[in-house]
């Protein structure tokens, strides 16, 4: 579905070498424009539709009638045939007989057509020749009489039309009146950013424009305190994968059913039917595929002994990785990266830059079996100097955990457990509401690798 | 004649930490062209630069403007004062970059706004460099 | 936001190259002003038809800023990424609008039966209509741009006033040959260069 995107939007920075007043007088005129408009439009249908109806239910008078004829009155408009109910009817108002085709006030008024038939002449059902039934009259014009009152319910419908333009008008115009001539900054300060701000009021965190602590880190972990969450599960394009066999497989066959149900052969529909079965196979394949992947590399299970980080400190990091695997080679690293996304025309661009990078460990060449998975402990050291998390609109700095396996007959898999840096505390911070310190490094925990060899805490710039 | 903007930051200070009080003055001269002056802006902000599209975040914000048929008054400085925030600290990075500075603005009575700005620094961050192999 | 006059920092900055953000440069012999005479001739419809990064919509923009400042009403859509179709508010306010200029940036990007509608809509309400796109469409071709070397150049150099001359003639020739003509791509590129070359 379409996205709502306003008119004359200026880009960010100097799209625009015009004046910015001449293209605001613009949009104010635009947003009066359909102001206007929508009042008009309101007025017409109260004036027209609405306020008839509420009269006919509220002021005119009940009279005794006989019903002297009935018929499907027509008309044609634009090509199209239109429909009403008729009925004719006699009453008398103090002296004076009136006769009239009528139904309701709509119709008095030379209108109450529509393209269905079926409910006119339903209406036209409820009505029998030489019947007496009860009209009502208006007091002031007693030539004015209808069968049927009150409101009819698309009547409202029809008022939000032009209530939608005099809401937007009024807004647009109000909206234009209030930013006229008030810059950018002041704008931004007004609860009208122009650049998003990531959470509804950053100037109340303690660390604006750092993202929040990702959901789904559980506390306590097994090993350490924390276990942190994977980014993208297996598990998801298992499911994906799963989906898509089903609703592939389950539409050819339903529609395969539907046409051989009567037990007739059709050549035409059997040769397209088979590559949608080769298709469906596929699907079936690669869901198997991808379970098997799943089942065999197992899960990542990284924990650390603090959570968020902070620069200049040090942390325990436990990985655990689950599978029936040879390996050729496992490896954990931490990461830093800039990532900047630029709108430009109608494309966006996305460009990631990696600024920093340490291989925390890296074992070969050893086995993984159900019952024994394979387990390390290490140390990080976030450096001093380094660039904190940070998360706005389009730039972003991340860190990032990345445990990286390749294994016998898989493909290389790589699993992503996102970070929260913080950074180092000033002389001038507040530490009292600062993240509690770290726990300190004790003694390195053993990787229980087979055999093969291992290297750990190597530094790749 | 047209207004001239000078911001000054106490101390003669270009580097904060977190948490720090960023205080200064904002001298506008001539002296006597407040009838001039319909409003004077001063927010202290960063923006982002680099690659990607331009964020911007006004921490502090202040404005001065003509009291009815009063000139505004800037015979005196105007002065400024915030407590910086933790984050986010200044950043020279490869494809993004992080600036804080103090913007002012000007409004004439007549005549287009006139901006200035110093940048300062937030932090200790050092710049991003990789090696390229 | 108004710029701060002087020296930047690195003057490829995306704030700095995109569309609007320079003046657009028109070969010689061409113009606003001509292409307006052009899409007059064309009915008041034409299409800006090139590959990525040829200045599709900086030519859009500047087009649409010289309607405005020469008081011919002007009208600037510009889809996002996937978008099929105008929402109906969009289609109930051109349903609204006569005599104006619409210009979609992304025009292309709108199913058939949304550019049949558009076109269709334009005409009854007698508005006219520029949309870009990377290959023909239904419209009157109004202008291909076609980068050469020496415009990128010219558009480098416009860029270094606010830096310093870390670019030469020789590094545009390179990056443009390597992007093959993509002018957004080698301003990125020479964004890399440039601050490698400042931080030296």
Known sequence: MARWFRLFEKKRGNRRTGSERIAGLWEAGFFASLFLLGCLGFWLVLRFLLLPEWRSGKDFLPVPCKVLETRLGTTLREGQTLYRPEVCIEYRVGERVYRLWTYDIHTVRGNGYSVDRRHAERCLNDYRVGESRTAWYDPTNPEIAVLER??????????????????????????????????????????KPLALSLSANPDAALFPFVPEIPSGIQQPGEHLPYRLPVLGTPSRALMGWLGAALFWNGSVLALALAVYHSGKFDWSFTLFLIPCLMIGLTLVAAFFRQWMVTTAIGQTTVEISDFPLICGQRYRVYLKQTGWLKMNWLEMLIVCEEEATFQHGTNTRRETRRIWQKTLARHEKFDIFHSVPFEIETEIEIPSGMMHSFRSPHNEVRWRLCVRGSAQDWPVFERIFPLVVLPEPSRKSDTASWPRRPVQATSMGGATSSEGTSHDNSETV | MEPRIVIHLDHRKTVYEPGEILSGKVIITPADCGEAIKAVELSILWYTDGKGDQDLHVHHFRRWSQDGDSPLSISAPLRFQTILPQTPLSYDGLIIRIRWCVRVRVFPVKGREIVEEITFRLGHVAPARVRIQ | MTEISGKVENPFSARFVRPGAIPYIFPPGCSAESLYQTFERLQRMGAVVGPHGVGKSALITALADWMEQHQIPCLRLELHDGQRTLDQETWNLLEDRSEIVLTVDGYEQL?????????????????????????????????????????????????????????????????????????????????????LRRSR
């Open chain 1, 150 to 191: 009150g409101f009819r319910w698309w009547t409202w419908l029809v008022l939000l039309i032009p209530f939608s333009f005099v809401v937007l008008g009024a807004g647009g115009v109000s909206y234009h009146v209030w930013r006229w001539g008030k810059s950018v900054e002041r704008l931004a300060v007004q609860g």
């Open chain 3, 111 to 195: 199913s058939a039966w949304a550019r049949y509608q558009l076109r269709r809509l334009c005409r009854k309400r007698r508005l006219g209509l520029i949309g870009t796109a990377h290959s023909d469409v239904e419209l009157p071709l109004l202008y291909a741009p076609e980068p050469n070397e020496d415009l990128a150049w010219q558009i480098v150099q416009l860029l270094l006033q606010r830096g310093e001359p870390l670019i030469s003639r020789e590094d545009v020739h390179e990056s443009f040959a390597r992007h093959q003509g993509n002018l957004r791509e080698m301003l990125f590129d020479l964004y890399d260069l440039y601050e």
